[in-house]
Antibody, heavy 121, light 107 residues
Framework: QVQLVQSGAELKEPGASVTISCKTS????????IHWVRQAPGQGLEWMGT????????SYAQKFQDRVTMTSDTSTSTVYMALSSLRSEDTAFYFC??????????????WGQGTLVTVSS | DIQMTQSPSSLSASVGDRVTITCRAS??????LNWYQQKLGKAPKLLIY???RLQSGVPSRFSGSGSGTDFTLTISSLQPEDFATYYC?????????FGGGTQVEIK
């Protein structure tokens, strides 16, 4: 069965960086883009960007362009999202989710369980 | 960026009620509209994609309609497990954007 399993919760100080992993299984890794979506406590969903595991290409929301890096490791079917220069406003749940490369009508059908990142001194 | 506006932001309903949630895009997005359900502490779950297509395994009481700028999610007969927050999302153009959410509560 399809699974996206994320790494555990993180506590970081302001100015630090964090890297979250999303290990996938149960499907052909290179047939799906991985996207990252975050959700501040009690707030809505915010799209951060995406990585194409087969081509290692990325596309980021302008808001995060200078601070985010998304990478993929085809040998372990794992995607990583690194966010730098953390501030308190980055405290949120971070979700990875997949979208089929060849889908004409894109949608997110499977999601990771979420990783809570808390930024606090 | 395309703005997605959901209404209402919250509603109270009883089991068995028909519930309708609307989503409006700030520009035309054809049928590139998806609906997700999120329960507290959980990841979102895909309900409807391409505006009207029911995701596999989702109960048929959920349905979607609309195209262009105006879309609707309908729950024909609300069940206890449907109390959650619902989000629309446009997949027409990057950056992908979500509506602000509609919280469905028990009356």
């Amino acid at each position: 069965q399809v699974q996206l399993v994320q790494s555990g919760a993180e506590l970081k100080e302001p100015g630090a960086s964090v890297t979250i992993s999303c290990k996938t299984s149960g499907y052909t890794f290179t047939n799906y883009y991985i996207h990252w979506v975050r959700q501040a406590p009690g707030q809505g969903l915010e799209w951060m960007g995406t990585v194409n595991p087969s081509a290692a290409t990325t596309s980021y929301a302008q808001k995060f362009q200078d601070r985010v890096t998304m990478t993929s490791d085809t040998s372990t079917s794992t995607v990583y999202m690194a966010l730098s220069s953390l501030r308190s406003e980055d405290t949120a749940f971070y979700f990875c989710t997949r979208r089929a490369v060849f889908s004409l009508m894109p949608y997110f059908d499977y999601w990771g369980q979420g990783t809570l990142v808390t930024v606090s001194s | 960026d395309i703005q997605m506006t959901q209404s209402p932001s919250s509603l109270s309903a009883s089991v068995g009620d028909r519930v309708t949630i609307t989503c409006r895009a700030s520009q035309r997005i054809s049928s590139y509209l998806n609906w997700y359900q999120q329960k507290l502490g959980k990841a979102p779950k895909l309900l409807i994609y391409a505006a009207t297509r029911l995701q596999s395994g989702v109960p048929s009481r959920f349905s979607g309609s609309g195209s262009g700028t105006d879309f609707t999610l309908t729950i024909s007969s609300l069940q206890p497990e449907d109390f959650a927050t619902y989000y629309c999302q446009q997949s027409y153009i990057s950056p992908l954007t979500f509506g602000g959410g509609t919280q469905v509560e028990i009356k």
